[in-house]
């Protein structure tokens, strides 16, 4: 039988969740603990767990806890599903409150038809991460709906936008053209873009001014192979290959090199 | 800039003593400022608990009482090495009146780094741009008005070495001290969402931060989202709300990295240069292109891919020259002195009376005295080489010419002098190791110095050497110990390393600062203040332990002779024979006398204790009386081994002791004897120079200690599977 198939009553499909709910915490779902859950009466539970018995989504026995089938199971993830999209897109684009959230969460589940629904789920994915909106745009939006502030300088928000999106677009571009420090020759520069590597190392490359954006040359190589002599903001420091390692930079191009 | 207006005090009224915290990069001439203004009235002790050397001094200007506090010279103000660490606390806990935080104006913006830190800890301070010169030579100009205006500080063109700027400087101190309120450095802005969080943490803290104002709430909010294991240990222990405010630097942290895609200390790091370049764009003009500067044309030899080592070899001979040839004769004197000094009140004392007080007089305090000043001449002039190596900028190279071996070995780039001069002495080695940045350097190197075989153990060598092997093996032995001198003292570190000074490998990331020529003033003031410290703090120890040693060689007095020398000394004199004679009977008769009261005395006693304990080794109880003899110096050894085998005054030339040796040892103990020498607690000057330089007493026993486990160890192995396959038997 296919799951979608079936048309079910909000209340039969609130039964399904709530059987899921239960067997995932507690390993199964005793009827009593079903009643408490949905504020109905033991007997009404026992009337229901039959009639979906009869639909092949549970296996029920008399004073056995009930389990889902197969198809139980299918139909109640695609209920919890669908709670979770409205439940996230109430909170997470809407911002409304999270209880509140919840609540209309599970009065809409089962007014909303999968088509809709899943356009839901992807508009949702596609505020999240568009480049032009993202979650700034939400938290843009955010501000708009407090009370008693004044309008966003939308100017100022798109240039940010716009360098965003840039520096996205730019680490993928360098993505193939980085390399790091230690592969640089004597003579040869590069932009530092990123210092890697972890604890005290860093933080200590980085205390010396090797930051994002700074300019470097490897002035040489130490007779021994190790460690070599870079120029950084005027000054020489010296760092082993193994520190350099950790400093990805982009090459400069021959023209600024070659100056 | 600042209101030039003077406060018209009338001469000889006192004004409040203000206190200064003198900051700066290292390099940035800040010991150069330090002792212009302070000149000699200076002191120099030790920040408890770390090796972090604490400098202070005074002087006057105006009436004022000035009192300078040299912090450490750092980059940064971070918590992870002692002498950040120490600097920063100095200005939170010490609570000076302002800060001068020393510039090199060639060097700008790295320079500039450190005094944003500074800043935000929100006291007064005034930039001291040193080497103003320089930066005009390099053809930076800069406006200072204006930096000034964007840091809202006060800031003096500084040349320190030529003393120019140096009263504007104190004038400055005594106005900014006066100033009601404290006049306040800008705050940094970390842009909007580094902002934002720390809006949310400096709530949180609100209420936590101390009353006094410093340091402030936006400086531990930073902190904490820097992740500054100090300040977080410092909020859990005395924050109320502890447990909210680190949750909430946690969620700052991650918010920070979903935001902005790097760790807070990165990206806050990232905002203190953007606003130094920001304020140098505005403020500083380059008009001269970057061109080699004399110091690359310098390094063009001196750190030469095929030239370097040799030059660097070349140098380090020098170094060895200058403290031990040029020393020797010094010593030679001192030693000389001190004889003579015994000599004469030996002369000058009454026949027979208080001989006790004449062996503490003569043994006990000018031999110890001696032995404390003897070291001088080296200290003073191994310091010389390395203040001018190290002013000069050639230090830096040689660590960076070095480091490749160093390293590989577990050691730093700069841990070359110290090994090399061991070969001389120890002690001056281990007062060298104060070049190490890095603690954990610092102490590897200190504590395997020793098994570099210094002079003194060489009289041993020469003793035993020629007793017990072929004349065509004598230098192929001494390689030898020198040898296994060397590769212990790499295994050692190596294991130190691995165990005790686990963890990340100290960085190499440093500076190679530009050649400079070394002030005489500045070579001769540190070359002075290292001997001072020397005879002050570890002198003192070396004395006290020599007069223990003394002791434990003297007492007790009362002696039971097996025969009775007066008497037997007595019937010589009357013997009918000549007088050489005699006094061959005589001085024979004394011999045995000594050898005797050194048997019974404390460390005869200990020797015979210890005698089977040392068994295992080869040893009797003669090698370990002198054993304990020579921790007041290695070749005090060879001196008492003459005693205990009644040969009179011994030296390593001493072919009577020779044929003793050979006469009760085997080779193989003649080698294991050496071997124990080489391995074993080093000398107590050693000790005491190791206690004052790791500031610990734990660093100096774990080195007497270590080292002793050691030399048995080895030795046992040595002698036993030589007994065993019957080698030198």
């Known amino acids: ?170 680490e993928q571009l360098t993505k193939e053209k980085t390399m790091t420090l230690a592969e640089l020759k004597p003579g040869e520069s590069g932009r530092i873009v990123r210092v890697g590597s972890v604890g005290s190392i860093r933080r200590r490359i980085v205390d010396m001014g090797a930051v994002g954006g700074t300019n470097v040359t490897v002035v040489k190589v130490a007779p021994l192979g190790d460690p070599i002599e870079v120029k950084i903001k005027g000054y020489s420091l010296t760092l082993r290959k193994e520190e350099a390692e950790a400093i990805t930079i982009e090459a400069q191009t021959s023209q600024e090199g070659a100056k | 800039m600042m209101a030039r207006e003077r406060t018209g005090v009338a001469p000889g009224v006192q004004r409040p003593r203000v206190t200064v915290a003198l900051a700066g990069n290292p390099n940035s001439g800040k010991t150069t400022l330090f002792n212009a203004l302070t000149g000699s009235r200076q002191h120099v002790g030790n920040y408890p608990g770390v090796t972090v050397e604490k400098k202070e001094g005074d002087f006057e200007h105006d009436g004022m009482k000035i009192h300078v506090i040299d912090l450490p010279g750092t980059y940064s103000l971070t918590a992870y090495s002692p002498e950040e660490l120490v600097a920063r606390n100095v200005v939170l806990n010490e609570a000076p009146d302002l800060v001068v935080d020393v510039v090199d104006a060639s060097n700008l913006e790295r320079n500039l780094y450190l005094a944003v830190q500074f800043m935000e800890l929100g006291i007064p301070m005034i930039l001291a741009f040193n080497m103003s010169d320089l930066a005009e030579a390099r053809g930076h100009s800069i406006d200072i008005e204006r930096l000034s205006e964007l840091f809202q500080v006060p800031i003096i063109r500084l040349v320190a070495h030529k003393g120019e700027g140096l009263q504007e400087l104190k004038q400055a101190i005594v106005q900014v001290a006066e100033q009601t309120p404290p006049c306040q450095p800008t705050t940094i802005k970390y842009g909007r969402h580094i902002e934002v969080e720390l809006t949310k943490l400096t709530n949180a803290l609100a209420g936590s931060a101390p009353e006094s104002g410093r340091p402030t709430a936006r400086w ?172 000069s900028g050639y230090m830096a190279r040689a660590a960076f010419i070095m480091d490749r071996f160093m390293h590989k070995i577990g050691l730093h780039g700069k841990s070359f002098i110290p090994m090399l001069v061991g070969f001389g002495c120890t002690v001056p080695a281990i007062m060298a190791t104060r070049t190490l940045e890095n603690e954990r350097d610092r102490l590897t190197t200190m504590l395997v110095a020793p098994l570099m075989s210094c002079g003194a153990r060489l009289p041993i060598y020469a003793l035993i050497i020629p007793a017990f092997f072929p004349e065509a093996w004598y230098a192929r032995m001494l390689w030898l110990i020198y040898f296994i001198g060397i590769v212990l003292a790499i295994i050692c570190a190596k294991l130190l390393r691995s165990t005790l000074f686990k963890g990340e490998t100290a960085p190499f990331v440093m500076e190679l600062p530009p050649y400079r020529l070394p002030t005489v003033r500045g070579v001769f003031v540190h070359t002075w203040e ?140 003649g080698f294991c004897i050496m071997l124990f020498s080489l391995i074993s607690a080093p000398c107590m000057a050693t000790i005491a120079v190791t206690k004052r330089e790791s500031n610990s007493w734990k660093w100096a026993l774990f080195q007497l200690g270590g080292l002793t486990v050691l030399a048995y160890v080895i030795t046992l192995v040595v002698y036993q599977v030589g007994s065993a396959l019957g080698i030198g038997i």
């Open chain 2, 220 to 391: 531990i909010a930073v902190k904490l989202l820097e992740g500054d294991e100090a300040v977080i240990g410092q909020v859990r222990r005395e924050a109320r709300n502890a447990i909210e405010v680190l949750q909430k630097v946690e969620e700052s942290r991650s918010q920070l990295q979903r935001d902005l895609g790097d760790d807070a200390e990165i990206l806050i790091a990232d905002r203190r240069y953007g606003f130094i370049s920001g304020a140098c764009q505005e403020a500083v003009r380059s008009t001269v292109e970057t061109r080699h500067s004399m110091s690359d044309r310098i390094d063009l030899v001196l750190t030469h891919r095929v030239l370097s080592i040799p030059i660097f070899l070349f140098m380090m001979f020098l170094v060895f020259k200058l403290t031990f040839a040029v020393g020797d004769p010094f010593m030679g004197w001192i030693e000389d002195f001190f004889a003579w000094l015994g000599d004469a009140i030996t002369a000058a004392w009454p026949e027979g009376a208080a001989p006790l007080l004449h062996s503490l007089i003569v043994d006990g305090i000018i031999g110890g005295v001696g032995g404390v000043v003897v070291f001088l001449p080296n200290i003073l002039l191994l310091f010389l080489a390395i203040s001018i190596l190290e002013d």
């Open chain 1, 1 to 170: 039988m296919d799951a979608s198939t079936l048309a079910l009553s909000p209340e039969m499909e609130d039964y399904l969740e709530t059987i899921a709910a239960l067997f995932h915490a507690n390993g199964e779902a005793r009827v009593t603990d079903i009643a408490a859950r949905l504020s109905v009466s033991k007997a009404g539970v026992t009337q229901a767990l039959r009639s979906l018995a009869a639909k092949g989504l549970v296996d029920y026995r008399p004073y056995v806890s009930p389990t889902l089938t197969k198809t139980g199971q299918h139909v109640a993830e695609r209920v919890q599903r669908r709670h979770d999209v409205l439940k996230r897109f109430l909170s997470e684009v809407l911002l409304v409150d999270s209880e509140l959230a919840e609540a209309n969460a599970c009065r809409l589940e089962h007014a909303v038809d999968r088509s809709v629904l899943e356009r839901l789920a992807h508009f949702m994915d596609f505020v999240q991460h568009c480049p032009r909106g993202g979650s700034k745009w939400i938290r843009g939006y955010e501000h708009s709906c407090a009370p008693d502030q004044e309008t966003e300088v939308c100017e100022r928000c798109m240039e940010m936008a716009i360098n965003e999106y840039r520096n996205k677009h730019r």
């Open chain 2, 530 to 669: 290292r001997g001072w410290l020397y005879l002050k703090k570890a002198g003192t120890l070396i004395l006290g332990v020599s007069i223990v040693v003394w002791a434990l060689l003297t007492f007790p007095q009362e002696t039971k002779y097996s025969r009775d020398y007066d008497q037997a000394i007595d019937a010589v004199s009357q013997q009918q024979v000549s007088a050489e004679e005699a006094a061959e009977l005589i001085a024979e008769l004394e011999q045995a006398r000594a050898s005797e009261e050194l048997a019974n005395s404390f460390a005869g006693r200990i020797g015979h204790a210890i005698e089977p304990l040392i068994k295992p080794l080869g040893f009797d109880w003669k090698i370990g009386t002198a054993s304990i003899g020579a921790f007041a110096a290695k070749e005090v050894f060879v001196a008492q081994m003459g005693i205990v085998y009644s040969v009179g005054e011994a030296d390593e030339e001493s072919v009577p002791l020779r044929d003793k040796l050979r006469e009760n040892y085997s080779p193989l103990v």
